[in-house]
């Protein structure tokens, strides 16, 4: 009731507000402070530079699977000694192109316009917790924007969409290697929201 009352008074709607909540939480993840994660850049000796490049599939509710390809540049900006993990940002080109064919039924139900590929930037911020030398977990969010807002079968609801991931990596002293998975939807922000996943395994090459 009382949240209801604030929403009327300052002319918003129960959407807009909910826009507003998840806006905020990622502005303060993405822009949050370096010193949290332990330190600025400059005071990293290790601080290293990287392109990735890998592939996946996956689908959201009325779609297929399709071919998925990455070119990342990450950095990091800060590393924490006390609880031993990095924090990075990431920024990607994402190349999604179907290559399944929807049967006339999938078709005739689906609510997207059945685009056969879909192209985004998107923009990241990772912790890197590291549990033995040369092994890590990753954990990032962050927005992508698309050139449509399908998938073939897939309803995105938007072109605009949060990145999630989660991902096991393992890394020497001149390359590194992740198997991540990444959720893309628009958060409920929209009516249509099937969302698509991505399993892809990255290989890197420190520069």
Do not use: P
Not at 56 to 85: C, E, I, K, M, P
Not at 89 to 114: H, P, Q, Y
Not at 171 to 188: A, K, M, P, Q, W
């Amino acid at each position: 009731m009382g949240r209801t009352r604030c929403c009327s008074a300052l002319g918003l709607s129960e959407k807009q507000v909910n826009i507003i909540k998840l806006s905020f939480a990622v502005c303060i993840f993405l822009f949050s402070s370096i010193i949290f994660a332990g330190g600025s850049k400059s005071s990293v000796e290790s601080s290293k530079y990287f392109v990735g490049v890998g592939a996946g599939d996956g689908g959201g509710a009325h779609g297929g699977s399709f071919n998925a390809l990455r070119v990342s540049y990450q950095t990091l900006l800060s590393y924490n000694t006390a609880y031993n993990f990095e924090y990075l940002s990431d920024v990607g080109l994402n190349i999604w192109k179907d290559e399944s064919r929807l049967s006339a039924a999938d078709k005739a139900t689906a609510t997207s316009d059945l685009d056969s590929s879909n192209i985004s930037i998107s923009y990241s911020r990772i912790i890197r917790k590291y549990i033995t030398e040369n092994i890590f977990f990753d954990a990032g969010i962050g927005l992508s924007i698309h050139n449509n807002e399908s998938m073939n079968g897939s309803d995105l609801g938007s072109i605009y969409q949060f990145e999630n991931r989660l991902g096991v990596g393992y890394e020497r002293d001149t390359y590194r290697s992740v198997l991540n998975l990444f959720h893309y939807s628009n958060g409920g922000l929209e009516g249509k929201n099937d969302g698509v996943d991505i399993l892809m395994l990255s290989i890197s090459k420190y520069f």
